[in-house]
């Protein structure tokens, strides 16, 4: 079947039945993901002028590269399965396009040559392609993580396995996975004398994407490394707290509520996981013609006005645990700034927002603490 995606026509195997795709070669579902990739790509030439090839190391049907190679850059597409490449093949001739579509492993590619932009796009887990990424990748480094389960905490084993970090499963899983990805990746980074800056990163439906700008410099992986800590959260009261340092200081009782149900995740990622102006590029770079456009220019939105702090609290699960009725989000994160507090929404759900207060403050600020 035909599908068009950001001007251009690919052919694609598989139907969609009851609205579950069933091709492993072109998920509809991602085209958010490509479309802000498209975006950041434009945004990042800017930041980078020299920045002119781009591996798309597990390409599918094609569809990052191609639109990549509609946009200029010099592309490389590769897969390790026979029918993605000559799908992939086939889709270049189709859209003129002169990437070259190598067939093998992408860490084999990656071990092979240097690229400027490398993107990693496998299924689950982007771990395993990591080390060959960071030491073959000059400038920035594109990367989706599919193993959410993992990641936030809820598959923990397999959590601790891929990311030699200690998830936990908390009401901000999303964020959890973000952090951890992150963390692993800095650290990864850090093995071959390499800083990572965190330009963009999200998480949207069921993955977590992150675009890392890569300094090949023993003292910017140093500095890299002091991003890095651990987080103790309470599990009675939902009160949390963010220790650097890779020398984990557990909580061992709550200072808020003085429960003894403490959970301790790290190393994670407790610096900005997004440059504000970046971002900001990045949604000015986002045309009306891609089909995404509205809801990732809203993304992008949310996304430049998080304050940087390393968790999020959902607004509706604070209110259940204190047994009131949920306000209006915008009235309620009024409350918190009238109280002196910052605020803000958070992008990982509506009812999500970020703030500098701690939960007790949140709650003496809102309309619980005022009975109101
Ligand atoms: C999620 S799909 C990629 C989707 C594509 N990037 C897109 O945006 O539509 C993952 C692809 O990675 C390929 N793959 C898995 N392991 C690989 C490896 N070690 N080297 C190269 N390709 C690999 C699979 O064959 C599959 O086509
Ligand atoms: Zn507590």
Redesign the pocket.
């Known amino acids: 079947m035909r599908v068009t995606e950001g001007g251009l026509e690919f052919e694609v195997p598989g139907e969609s039945t009851d609205g579950v795709e069933e091709s492993?070669?072109?998920?509809p579902r991602?085209e958010l993901n490509?479309d802000l990739t498209i975006a950041t790509l434009r945004a990042y030439r800017e930041r980078e002028p020299r920045a002119d090839s781009y591996l798309?190391?597990?390409?599918?049907?094609g569809?990052?590269g191609i639109r990549a190679g509609a946009d200029g850059w010099e592309v490389t597409c590769?897969?390790?399965?026979r029918e993605?490449v000559s799908l992939a093949r086939e889709n270049c001739r189709r859209n003129d396009c002169d990437a070259g579509v190598v067939h093998g492993?992408?860490?084999v590619v990656m071990h092979e040559d240097y690229y400027d932009v490398i993107d990693l796009?496998?299924?689950g887990t982007p771990m395993p392609f990591a080390d060959a990424a960071v030491a073959n990748c000059r400038d920035l480094l594109c990367v989706t993580a599919t193993d959410t389960a993992p990641l936030c905490g809820a598959h923990f084993a397999s959590g601790v396995r891929s990311y030699s970090a200690v998830p936990r499963n908390t009401d901000y899983h999303a964020e959890m996975g973000v952090r951890i990805l992150v963390s692993a990746l800095a650290r990864t980074a850090a093995r071959h004398d390499v800083g990572v800056t965190p330009l963009l990163t999200h998480a949207s439906s069921h993955y977590v994407r992150t675009y890392l700008e890569l300094e090949q410099k023993a003292t910017s992986a140093d500095a890299t490394l002091e991003e890095l800590g651990h987080l103790y959260h309470c599990e009675d009261c939902l009160y949390r707290e963010a220790d650097p340092g890779l020398i984990a200081n557990p909580l061992e009782t709550c200072p808020n509520c003085g429960g003894e149900r403490m959970l301790t995740a790290g190393p994670v990622w407790l610096g900005r996981t997004c440059e504000p102006e970046f971002v900001a590029d990045v949604r000015e770079r986002v045309p009306d013609a891609f089909g995404t456009a509205e809801t990732g220019r809203a993304l992008l939105e949310t996304l430049a006005a998080e304050l940087a702090v390393p968790t999020h609290y959902d607004q509706h699960r604070l209110c259940k645990e204190w047994g009131v009725s949920a306000n209006a989000m915008d009235e309620f994160l009024s409350d918190l700034e009238a109280a002196g507090h910052e605020a803000s929404r958070a992008h990982y759900g509506g009812t999500t927002f970020k703030t500098d207060a701690d939960v007790a403050e949140i709650r003496a600020a809102t309309r619980d603490g005022t009975g109101e």
Do not use: K, L
Request: with cysteine; hydrophobic share 30%; proline share 4%.
């Open positions: 492993v070669f072109y998920n991602q490509r798309d190391a597990m390409t599918a049907s569809v990052r590769c897969d390790r399965d993605a492993d992408a860490n796009d496998p299924y």
